[in-house]
């Protein structure tokens, strides 16, 4: 049966990377794949990591399943950090959260829940958008449709195309949002938009499914939250997929987490047992490691603070790239205006390069940004701005 079957095209992000490690070029730079790198050109293990990793071996006494949930006090950290302590969702008890395999598990559990359990068919995504929401939400069953978001031409935000698309979304439906650094435009929308975002949603009885992949990549862990918690009015309905992989620099534990909102502690119960089905169904139980870590370092003050302080770190260094690449572009000679790119937040940018000039950058220089023109800012270092901004700069002039 296997022979009758054709080969997959790779992965537009993932297959890059393939194609990077196959380069036998020195000199090559990978702005394709979503990783911190450090001004070394390393993705590293954080001190707060280690840290806690030191005293979770020493304390470790079992290897027993976790709940279909996770843990426990997992999903109270998560609730606390994604919501603040003292929020009303969380003193209310109408929030639940579920430790899931990375932010990807968090969004394919909310899908299934999403067709399965609400009956729901539809779900509006950012055009453009992440391309695996498009694949994970598909295959959990669930028709995609797009709604306006970047101006291409303008190098902004396309709210007024955004908000006359969100008006016509039928009730029922899911609407995905970014909450912070969008993927892949890095352009968000301020709190005002924000606002008028949450107050259409709820008029047009809608289900918001808010990606929160970035919390303090932005502009910082509070401020990253300020739109999303705009949603979370009082008898709101919300699902919200979190990732760790970048703020914690937890890739490969894949630590996640789906929180629901309900109207109330009574019907969020009731919703919460629902997604438990969908989640045992599918992988049945999270893995443990990276929960703890996070559970270790978000629950004692000194590691929370050595964390909070390595997360500035890392958003102090991409925000830093930013100028430095829009500068150094400047100095090449380059006429066109790149000043767009400092106003975007995050780890990625629209560059505004075509796929021809993509293609170039990899053909000629062993440089590789997604066919889109998305980049990765955090690939970028001081030791390889000079050879990136001249070959960008030679592809610009032919």
């Known amino acids: 049966m296997f022979e009758r079957l054709e080969m997959a095209p790779p992965d537009p992000i993932l297959g890059l990377t393939d194609a990077f490690k196959k380069d036998p070029r020195a000199d090559k730079i990978n702005l394709g794949v979503g990783v911190f790198k450090d001004a070394q050109d390393r993705t590293p293990v954080l001190e707060c990591v280690k840290k806690a990793e030191e005293r979770l071996l020493k304390q470790e006494s079992s290897k027993s399943y976790l709940p279909i949930t996770g843990a426990p006090e997992y999903g109270a950290q998560v609730r606390a950090m994604v919501f603040g302590a003292d929020h009303e969702i969380v003193k209310s008890k109408r929030g639940a959260t579920a430790h899931t395999p990375g932010g990807t598990g968090a969004l394919r559990v909310a899908g299934d829940f999403i067709k399965r359990m609400l009956n729901g068919n539809t779900i509006w995504v950012s055009n453009p958008t992440w391309e695996n929401h498009k694949g994970v939400f598909s295959a959990a069953g669930l028709e995609i449709k797009t709604y306006p978001y970047y101006d291409a031409e303008n190098k902004c935000l396309d709210f007024d195309g955004m908000m006359k698309a969100l008006s016509t979304v039928p009730e029922g439906d899911a609407v995905l949002l970014h909450a912070c650094c969008h993927n892949p435009s890095g352009m968000d929308p301020d709190l005002t938009q924000w606002a008028a975002i949450a107050q259409c949603v709820r008029e047009r009885k809608a289900l918001p499914v808010i990606d929160f992949a970035y919390q303090g990549f932005g502009d910082g862990l509070e401020e990253d939250a300020a739109g999303l918690r705009l949603f979370c009015a009082p008898g709101c309905e919300l699902i919200v997929c979190s990732s760790f992989s970048k703020n914690f620099g ?64 890392m958003r102090d260094r991409i925000n830093g790239m930013r100028h430095l690449f829009v500068n150094t572009l400047k100095d090449k000679g380059v006429a066109r205006d790149f000043s767009f790119i400092t106003r975007q937040k995050g780890m990625f940018s629209f560059s505004g390069l075509t796929k021809e000039q993509v293609a170039a950058l990899r053909d000629t220089y062993g440089i590789y940004a997604v066919a889109s023109g998305r980049i990765n800012v955090a690939g970028m270092t001081e030791n390889n701005m000079d050879r990136l901004c001249t070959a960008i700069a030679a592809i610009l002039r032919t």
């Open 250 to 313: 937890l890739y490969n534990e894949r630590c996640g987490a789906i929180t629901l909102v309900g109207a109330d502690a009574e019907s969020t119960d009731k919703a919460f047992s629902q997604l438990k089905l969908c989640i045992r169904q599918n992988y049945s139980n999270p893995p443990s490691h990276g929960g703890a870590i996070i559970t270790a370092i978000l629950s004692d003050p000194e590691l929370r603070a050595l964390w909070e302080k390595e997360l500035k770190a």
